[in-house]
């Protein structure tokens, strides 16, 4: 698969990254409903075999757990691919979580995420949340210690607005950012942080390429209704109307398109993305082994610039309220 260079780091990442939020399983508050742990170390195991080079994950999904999953099936490769993990988001002890930022308790989640995941290094750490927006700068303050000890290779963040990054850049380098970006979702685009990274050479590492399986063309009406109580995405705009029928009317033009280039709607939803090169990957969320057969492809596909028009002329007419 092809990779990129993450910025100004030496991290030569695939243009696809494994996202393993859903991983983290059931019963919390952004869960994306129940999972089973065995099918979850098979995709990952599935996507190292298939190239991808590197994981995305936090200690927010599951609460420990999907960091757990990842160490578990790191024990069964021989070679590590790189991983990405974060901080910022603490739970109780009923399982309710809270963005909490605080110099004080980074050092501990390093220590545990590090023990969580068994390894030794984490290769990028990401603050999860800007939020409470002030403790932005000391909390980058510890990551960047955590750096100096050698527990952290690179620091970045996710979700991080242009003026937030030019408080934390003189502090310590920002090795990358980690915005929401798919056909649905173009605030990154729209708000100028797509040009400042690349101005800047700031990776670029987007999430939800897929619109959290939206894309994929495999959700209806009724898949959607029935999703699980835990399930958050039964509560995200995007998955009730007015959007819902919206968001479907694209996928259906973008299903029939694909189909005629011979690819499936979440292999373009992907290509799309990383049709710019100053995004370095697409974090692409799974749960399961076939998942990542299928979306895997979409790291060297290449869309022309005939179909990129005609799919921006399709995102163009599709309303988002
Ligand atoms: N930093 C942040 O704040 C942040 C926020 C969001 C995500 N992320 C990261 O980015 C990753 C990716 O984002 P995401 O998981 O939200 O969304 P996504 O990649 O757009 O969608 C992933 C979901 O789509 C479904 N799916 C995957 N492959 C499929 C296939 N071949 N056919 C049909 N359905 C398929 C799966 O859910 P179902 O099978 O249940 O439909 C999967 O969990 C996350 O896992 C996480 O690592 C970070």
């Keep these: 698969m092809k990779t990129r260079k993450l910025g100004w780091t030496d991290l030569n990442l695939t243009t696809i990254g494994l996202g393993t939020w859903a991983m983290g399983g059931g019963d919390w508050s952004f869960s994306w409903g129940p999972q089973d742990d065995e099918e979850s170390i098979a995709a990952v195991l599935r996507a190292v075999e298939k190239g991808i080079n590197w994981i995305d994950t936090a200690p927010a999904y599951g609460l420990g757990h999907s960091e757990e999953i990842i160490g578990k099936a790191l024990k069964k490769l021989s070679g590590r691919p790189i991983i990405a993990t974060k901080c910022g988001i603490a739970w109780d002890a009923n399982r309710k979580t809270s963005r909490q930022l605080n110099g004080d308790t980074i050092r501990r989640e390093v220590e545990d995420s590090l023990k969580r995941l068994g390894i030794d290094v984490i290769d990028l750490y990401q603050v999860h949340w800007p939020d409470?927006?002030?403790?932005?700068?000391?909390?980058?303050?510890?990551?960047?210690?955590?750096?100096?000890?050698?527990?952290?290779?690179?620091?970045?963040?996710?979700?991080?607005?242009?003026?937030?990054?030019?408080?934390?850049?003189?502090?310590?380098?920002?090795?990358?950012?980690?915005?929401?970006?798919?056909?649905?979702?173009?605030?990154?685009?729209?708000?100028?942080?797509?040009?400042?990274?690349?101005?800047?050479?700031?990776?670029?590492?987007?999430?939800?390429?897929?619109?959290?399986?939206?894309?994929?063309?495999?959700?209806?009406?009724?898949?959607?209704?029935?999703?699980?109580?835990?399930?958050?995405?039964?509560?995200?705009?995007?998955?009730?109307?007015?959007?819902?029928?919206?968001?479907?009317?694209?996928?259906?033009?973008?299903?029939?398109?694909?189909?005629?280039?011979?690819?499936?709607?979440?292999?373009?939803?992907?290509?799309?993305?990383?049709?710019?090169?100053?995004?370095?990957?697409?974090?692409?969320?799974?749960?399961?082994?076939?998942?990542?057969?299928?979306?895997?492809?979409?790291?060297?596909?290449?869309?022309?610039?005939?179909?990129?028009?005609?799919?921006?002329g399709l995102i163009g007419k599709h309303k988002k309220s």
């Design 132 to 312: 409470p927006d002030a403790e932005l700068e000391s909390a980058w303050q510890q990551i960047a210690k955590m750096v100096q000890e050698g527990k952290v290779r690179y620091a970045g963040v996710c979700n991080c607005s242009i003026a937030q990054l030019k408080r934390i850049q003189p502090i310590h380098p920002v090795a990358s950012l980690q915005p929401p970006y798919s056909m649905i979702e173009r605030g990154a685009e729209d708000t100028g942080l797509l040009d400042y990274c690349r101005a800047q050479n700031i990776g670029v590492v987007v999430y939800s390429p897929m619109q959290k399986g939206l894309l994929t063309g495999k959700f209806t009406r009724e898949r959607v209704q029935g999703l699980p109580e835990d399930d958050h995405r039964r509560r995200d705009a995007n998955f009730q109307e007015p959007r819902l029928s919206a968001n479907f009317e694209l996928v259906a033009k973008l299903s029939a398109l694909a189909a005629q280039r011979g690819m499936t709607a979440s292999q373009m939803a992907i290509a799309w993305v990383l049709r710019k090169p100053e995004i370095t990957a697409a974090i692409v969320g799974v749960r399961r082994p076939s998942q990542v057969d299928e979306t895997f492809r979409a790291g060297d596909a290449d869309l022309s610039v005939e179909d990129i028009k005609i799919i921006d």
